[in-house]
């Protein structure tokens, strides 16, 4: 049962039955697939970054822009802009080396979709 959910800018899913590569992010003219622990890693530290930077709106005036990372043995993800705009970074720290990111507008649906993702 393959999912996959997409909106304006981004794109996520996950086919269990997949061989190596069980997930898929990507925009609306590129994608990658994932394994399913780098998939994992993914939906966990888009929402721990989306929690950083709604905590940190009461602590940065409203012209304040910042950057937060996370990183996993397989992914380094990053969230730059305003607690209410920011754009998403990800680089693979396995072999295959690949280094993407999201806008601002695509992320809070992206990381929507990623809390999701895994609840059937």
């Given at each position: 049962m393959r999912i996959v959910k997409s909106g304006a800018g981004w794109r996520i899913g996950f086919d269990p039955e997949a061989k190596e590569f069980k997930g898929l992010v990507g925009a609306e003219d590129w994608a990658i697939e994932l394994t399913q622990a780098e998939l994992q890693d993914f939906c966990r530290l888009s929402m721990q970054l989306s929690n950083t930077?709604?905590?940190?709106?009461?602590?940065?005036?409203?012209?304040?822009?910042?950057?937060?990372?996370?990183?996993?043995?397989?992914?380094?993800?990053?969230?730059?802009?305003?607690?209410?705009?920011?754009?998403?970074?990800?680089?693979?720290?396995?072999?295959?080396?690949?280094?993407?990111?999201?806008?601002?507008?695509?992320?809070?649906?992206?990381?929507?979709?990623a809390q999701m993702l895994f609840v059937f």
């Open positions: 930077m709604s905590q940190m709106e009461q602590e940065l005036m409203d012209e304040e822009a910042i950057a937060c990372e996370a990183e996993s043995n397989f992914i380094w993800m990053e969230v730059e802009g305003y607690p209410h705009a920011y754009s998403l970074r990800l680089i693979l720290n396995t072999g295959r080396r690949v280094e993407v990111s999201w806008a601002a507008d695509a992320v809070p649906d992206l990381i929507r979709a």
